[in-house]
């Protein structure tokens, strides 16, 4: 309640700093576009909705910073940033959680006391979910790093896009970056991860301990006796190759021009491009992504991906492209869509070489309700339909066959 408490406090604060203070002129069409989500299917604080509250908090919190620089504004946006990360992975098992209607506490900020937790759950809770829906309780473990994809992910869309600037978003982008990437080290380098030992009370303990570990386990023997926290030593050789072997694979999130600063190339006066890679686990296994970017005559923003999926032994097929802030009649209205193709391991097994196709995607409208009289900032409020078969979309929150509405209002400025 804390958390959910000094987000909006937070959020109103800055949003009336933004009011009482002066403004340089500037049409709607260079106006950047702050995103919040209250309502994202029938649950509260889904991972996608975590994810872009707090990337919208985080991007005005930089700008406000950018009006009246000072020296402290390095180690304040470094330390929202970290508690930033610490929130949205602890969000993104939560929220798999909350999908399935299993109750549960997220406490991110324990990570003082040594490792942060989502706790609140009982054993028995855990080995009926493995044993009626491994693909879930696998997800459970890789949810956290899927939320720190997915935000680099974002961040680089609004960067190549030119939805925001390197300079705002320079710090959040390398510490997610980083931190995504050092989780996977810790798989590598053991000893950089501690070796957890479970309380006493079930109800104390993290619903999973490491994450890759716990998810590589269970993937290789989901039927074996329970316990929630696996350590290097608990892995068979088998597993150790699988651990390592994803874990190398996450050094593609490094190939990014993003990562040195360049946020696209100019083809000619009506095209500039962008490209990148991306990695991180998913229900089954893991996935690589070919992200591209392209702005077309200074409107047409989309951002398209080529996706590899992966089991244990076998590749699958997917692709998608979404369409960033299009305005509509003379920015009255602000268009946002998706869709998403993919081939898939047949019911998300690991082991399957046989695939099932799904489809999926999403539209988004925003009304603008007000602009200022100066031209300097707007609301819009928005309203979504999004639709998916049965399958797996990153920090789409179900694995299931899905149709959920969304509300939410957007702040140009």
């Known amino acids: 309640m804390k958390t959910k408490l000094s987000f909006f406090?937070?959020?109103?604060?800055?949003?009336?700093?933004?009011?009482?203070q002066k403004i340089e002129k500037d049409t709607i069409a260079s106006k950047y576009i702050y995103p919040f989500s209250l309502v994202d299917g029938q649950d509260l604080f889904t991972m996608k909705q975590t994810n872009q509250n707090y990337l919208s908090t985080y991007r005005l919190t930089a700008r406000l910073l950018d009006q009246n620089p000072s020296k402290f504004d390095p180690i304040i946006l470094a330390s929202l940033s970290l508690l930033g990360l610490l929130v949205t992975h602890e969000e993104g098992h939560r929220s798999i959680l909350t999908e399935l209607e299993i109750g549960s506490i997220s406490q991110p900020f324990s990570i003082f006391k040594g490792a942060a937790y989502v706790k609140g759950v009982t054993d028995e809770t855990l080995i009926n979910l493995r044993n009626t829906s491994l693909p879930?309780?696998?997800?459970?473990?890789?949810?956290?790093?899927e939320a720190d994809y997915m935000i680099t992910t974002k961040t680089e869309s609004l960067i190549a896009l030119e939805e925001d600037t390197f300079k705002n978003l320079e710090m959040d982008y390398y510490i997610h970056k980083l931190s995504l990437i050092g989780y996977y080290i810790t798989a590598i380098i053991p000893k950089l991860s501690p070796e957890l030992e479970e309380e006493q009370n079930e109800l104390e303990r993290d619903i999973v301990g490491h994450d890759i570990f716990g998810a590589v386990k269970n993937l290789y023997r989901p039927n074996i006796e329970f316990y929630r926290y696996t350590n290097y030593d608990d892995l068979t050789n088998d597993e150790i190759k699988f651990v390592k072997k994803v874990s190398y694979l996450s050094f593609l999130n490094l190939v990014?021009?993003?990562?040195?600063?360049?946020?696209n190339f100019k083809v000619n006066d009506n095209l500039r491009v962008n490209a990148g890679?991306?990695?991180?686990?998913?229900p089954f296994g893991g996935f690589i992504d070919e992200n591209f970017w392209f702005i077309?005559?200074?409107?047409?923003?989309?951002?398209?991906?080529?996706?590899?999926?992966?089991?244990?032994?076998?590749?699958f097929m997917g692709f998608g492209i979404k369409l960033f802030n299009y305005h509509l009649y003379n920015n009255k209205m602000l268009l946002n869509t998706e869709v998403h193709f993919w081939s898939q391991p047949e019911n998300l097994s690991f082991t399957t070489s046989n695939s099932e196709f799904g489809y999926g995607g999403g539209l988004n409208l925003g009304y603008k309700i007000y602009n200022s009289i100066s031209n300097n900032y707007g609301f819009y409020l928005n309203a979504g339909l999004s639709y998916k078969q049965k399958g797996f979309i990153p920090e789409y929150s179900s694995l299931d066959k899905k149709t959920q509405f969304d509300f939410g209002f957007s702040f140009a400025w």
Do not use: C, Q
Request: glycine share 6%.
């Open 296 to 315: 077309i005559n200074d409107k047409i923003k989309i951002h398209s991906y080529l996706r590899e999926f992966h089991n244990k032994e076998n590749w």
């Open 277 to 282: 890679l991306g990695y991180t686990l998913a």
């Open 256 to 263: 990014n021009p993003i990562m040195l600063g360049k946020n």
């Open 9 to 20: 406090t937070f959020f109103f604060l800055s949003i009336y700093s933004v009011f009482s």
């Open 136 to 145: 879930n309780y696998i997800r459970l473990h890789t949810a956290g790093l």
